[in-house]
T-cell receptor, first 114, second 112 residues
């Protein structure tokens, strides 16, 4: 099993450009999450999904959109990138069950917006 | 508003020593408190977790101490090893959606 994979690993964007980050998991998990990690801020939840076709906002959703058309994939979109979105983005997945089940994280995507 | 506050930001410990990282939370609805370990260039991975109905949980060299009345919890790493050098995040969760609120992170360096 590959676990949680993220594409791409690195990306440089110019202000105003758009892009989509892809997260894929092969563990048949129901829940998926997108976080951003910034120095001194920890990880902050952007959006999450509790199942195929459903999404919800997290702590810092502004400037991002998501889609969960297939159970195994969770896409994060930036419609008009801003320098403030320079960050490392992590996707995670979790099996439905108890609230205390583990979240499995991908390796991250490092995004720079110039 | 930072709902989970973590300290220190960085920590240097000699091999064999004890590493202690502290976290404090505000929301009394939190009912699950995991610690995640992250190595450079990798995603975080679950290290150990505790529920508020117990005051301590131990797994090998790693121990969580939990003080519900003070709304504080801490990670103790006994006999710290250079391989423990990583960034550690505390987190808290309320309810079943799995939405984790993370602390700011602590970068631990264990010197040989």
């Amino acid at each position: 099993n590959a676990g949680v994979t993220q594409t791409p690993k690195f990306r440089v964007l110019k202000t105003g450009q758009s892009m989509t980050l892809l997260c894929a998991q092969d563990m048949n998990h129901e829940y998926m999450y997108w976080y951003r990690q910034d120095p001194g801020m920890g990880l902050r939840l952007i959006h999450y999904s509790v199942g195929e076709g459903t999404t919800a906002k997290g702590e810092v959703p502004d400037g991002y959109n998501v889609s969960r058309l297939k159970k195994q994939n969770f896409l994060l979109g930036l419609e008009s990138a801003a320098p403030s979105q320079t960050s490392v983005y992590f996707c995670a997945s979790r099996k439905r069950g108890t609230s205390r089940s583990e979240q499995y994280f991908g390796p991250g995507t490092r995004l720079t917006v110039t | 508003q930072q709902q989970v506050k973590q300290s220190p930001q960085s920590l240097i410990v000699q091999k064999g020593g004890i590493s202690i990282i502290n976290c404090a939370y505000e929301n009394t609805a939190f009912d699950y408190f995991p610690w995640y370990q992250q190595f450079p260039g990798k995603g975080p991975a679950l290290l150990i977790a505790i529920r508020p109905d117990v005051s301590e949980k131990k797994e090998g060299r790693f121990t969580i101490s939990f003080n519900k009345s003070a709304k504080q919890f801490s990670l103790h790493i006994m006999d710290s090893q250079p391989g423990d050098s990583a960034t550690y995040f505390c987190a808290a969760m309320a309810g079943n959606t799995g939405k984790l609120i993370f602390g700011q992170g602590t970068t631990l360096q264990v010197k040989p």
